[in-house]
């Protein structure tokens, strides 16, 4: 069985301030990771991913996040925030060895305030 | 380039009702996979289609609702009689093989 938490429901961070939003993961085999973000309303948009290699990935807007095994975390990060980047953040995982279907966290409000 | 194209967009049914949802993947995407959210809920694994097959089902109720993916044409998500606890928004992503989901907008069903 594969699961997901993300801890906070909700981050709150002042505009031009590092952001990180916390996901830690369970899974049996190798972890595939990814973010994606949702704007009210909205589908999921996808962010970054890890499959393999380094442990720090970059992904769209300025987004960025940094795979610890030891930590089964995959924290999601940016240097700056912006009021755009108010949204609702969710992290997922799937088995790298087994079925597609991703298991979702049960995501992170994000508000920048200005 | 479009994306993954769902409709409608917002659907309302009375109890009872049939709900039919529909998936267009993104160009060259071959696998198809349906999650439902609710309120305040990340998002939950239903079902994983192929083209003309269904390859893993193990999140789908049991009872009304089924999945298909004809050859031609779009995915199909279809809830028979439906009821207010199936109130929520329905997800489609569509992937090449073994890659990055990408989602569309959702249809929101409601059931009154």
């Known amino acids: 069985a594969q699961s997901v938490a993300q801890p906070e429901d909700q981050v709150n961070v002042a505009e031009g301030n590092p952001l990180t939003v916390k996901c830690t993961y369970s899974?049996?085999?190798?972890?595939?990771l990814f973010w994606y973000v949702q704007y009210p309303n909205r589908g999921l948009q996808f962010l970054l991913k890890y499959i393999t290699g380094d442990n720090l990935v970059k992904g769209s807007y300025g987004f960025e996040a940094e795979f610890n095994k030891s930590q089964t975390s995959f924290h999601l990060k940016k240097p700056s925030a912006l009021v755009s980047d108010s949204a609702l953040y969710f992290c997922?995982?799937?088995?790298?060895?087994?079925?597609?279907?991703?298991?979702f966290g049960k995501g992170t409000k994000l508000s920048v305030i200005p | 380039n479009a994306g993954v194209m769902q409709n409608p967009r917002h659907l309302v049914r009375r109890r009872g009702q049939e709900a039919r949802l529909r998936c267009s993947p993104m160009k060259g995407h071959s696998h198809v996979y349906w999650y439902r959210q609710l309120p305040e809920e990340g998002l939950k694994f239903m079902v994983y289609l192929q083209k003309e097959n269904i390859i893993d089902e193990s999140g789908m109720p049991k009872e009304r609702f089924s999945a298909e993916f004809p050859k031609e044409g779009p995915s199909i998500l279809r809830i028979q009689q439906v009821v207010r606890g199936d109130s929520a928004a329905y997800f489609c992503a569509s992937s090449s093989e073994g890659d990055t989901q990408y989602f569309g907008p959702g249809t929101r069903l409601t059931v009154l």
């Open positions: 899974v049996s085999g190798n972890p595939y």
């Open positions: 997922a995982v799937r088995d790298g060895a087994g079925s597609y279907q991703l298991t």
